[in-house]
C-alpha cells in the first residue's frame, strides 16, 4: 500500500469512474486498475462494487477511504510542516467570523498581526458562530472566532474578548437619564432583537418571566441594522458595550446598565487541535494569546454586582 495507490483509490471513489480518474491524473486506465487491484488484495476485499453504471465503494472500500483521506493529509502536512522550517510566514489565512467581530473586534488584532506578518493575506468567512465551528470541523477555515461557550470536544479554544452588554436605547427615550434599568423596565418597552445566535438565546431567557407582555418590535440579524433601528426610535435592545460607543459618542444612543445583573459576551479563537496549522494559522494565535497576556495583566475594576456570560 504506497501513495499513490491511496491517491488513484480516492480520485475513483470521488468521481466513480476508472476512465475519469485516470484522465483526471493523466494515468491509463489499466495502470489505474492495477493499482486498486494491488490494494484490495493487500486488504483481502473487494473495495468497489463494479456491477452498475457508477463505480461505488464497498463496506471495505469506505472504511479504507477514511483511513487515506487521512494519509494523504498527513503525507501533504508533513511536507507543509518540512517547507516551513526557518521561513517567514507568507500565504494566505482563512479565518471564519461574524460581522459585528470583524467591524469591533478583530481590526486591532489584524493590525498587530499585519504589521509582525504583511506577507500573510487574510481571508474572512463571515456567518453565525454555528456555521463558522461547522467550517472549522470541515477544514474550511483554520481559525474560527465564536462566541463562548463551545463544547466540540475536539478544538483548542483561546479567550479573545469579553465585554459587558447593555440596554441600548436612543438619547431622547424616557430611559436616557437612567443610571441602571431592570430587566421588567426593559421588558415594559418594544424591543428589537438579533434574529438568531447565542445572544438571542440569552436575551430570551433573561425576559422569560415577562413573556406575556414583552413587545418585540424588530427582529435583525445584524447589529449594525439594530443600532440604525434603535436610533430611528423603532425599540429598545442590548448590546455589547464596544458594539455602540461611537453612536454614544456622538450623542445618538445612550447605554444603560442592568440593575443588579452583568451579562457579558465572550469570544473566543477556535482550531481543530487535530490538524496541522499553517505557518500563517500558528503566528496569528501566538498574536491572539499575546493580546489576551496583555488583557489578563491590565486590572479589572471590583463589582459585588451578579454576572453571566453568555451561554
Do not use: W
Not at 239 to 258: D, F, M, N, W
Amino acid at each position: 500500500m504506497d501513495y499513490d495507490q491511496l491517491a488513484s483509490f480516492l480520485e475513483v471513489a470521488k468521481l466513480q469512474s476508472f476512465s475519469r480518474a485516470a484522465e483526471k491524473i493523466y494515468r491509463t486506465q489499466p495502470a489505474i486498475s492495477a493499482q486498486v487491484r494491488l490494494l484490495e488484495q493487500e486488504c483481502g476485499e473487494r473495495l468497489f462494487d463494479r456491477s452498475g453504471k457508477k463505480v461505488l465503494l464497498t463496506p471495505a472500500g469506505e472504511i479504507l477511504h477514511r483511513y487515506a483521506q487521512r494519509i494523504i493529509e498527513l503525507h501533504k502536512e508533513a511536507l507543509q510542516a518540512v517547507a516551513e522550517l526557518n521561513q517567514t510566514a507568507r500565504g494566505k489565512l482563512y479565518i471564519g467570523a461574524n460581522e459585528a467581530t470583524c467591524l469591533y473586534v478583530l481590526p486591532k488584532t489584524f493590525a498587530r498581526f499585519k504589521q509582525q506578518y504583511p506577507l500573510v493575506q487574510i481571508s474572512i468567512y463571515r456567518n453565525f458562530s454555528h456555521k463558522i465551528l461547522q467550517k472549522v470541523q470541515e477544514g474550511a477555515v483554520e481559525l474560527g472566532i465564536v462566541t463562548l461557550p463551545q463544547n466540540a470536544n475536539n478544538t483548542e479554544v483561546i479567550p479573545l474578548f469579553r465585554d459587558e452588554m447593555q440596554v441600548v436605547v436612543p438619547s431622547n427615550h424616557p430611559l436616557a437619564k437612567n443610571r441602571s434599568v431592570t430587566v421588567e423596565e426593559v421588558a415594559n418597552y418594544p424591543l428589537i432583537m438579533p434574529k438568531t445566535g447565542r445572544t438571542r438565546v440569552v436575551l430570551d431567557r433573561l425576559l422569560r418571566d415577562f413573556r406575556h407582555h414583552v413587545q418585540v418590535s424588530m427582529e435583525l440579524a445584524s447589529v449594525e441594522t439594530i443600532k440604525k433601528f434603535v436610533g430611528a426610535g423603532l425599540g429598545i435592545s442590548l448590546i455589547s458595550r464596544a458594539y455602540a460607543q461611537a453612536e454614544v459618542t456622538a450623542g445618538l444612543l445612550k447605554l444603560i446598565p442592568l440593575e443588579g445583573l452583568k451579562l457579558y459576551r465572550e469570544l473566543g479563537l477556535v482550531y481543530r487541535r487535530d490538524r496541522y496549522l499553517s505557518l500563517p494559522a500558528k503566528v496569528f494565535i501566538e498574536v491572539v494569546r499575546e493580546s489576551a497576556r496583555a488583557s489578563e495583566a491590565a486590572p479589572a475594576p471590583a463589582s459585588t454586582t451578579k454576572t453571566r456570560s453568555i451561554r
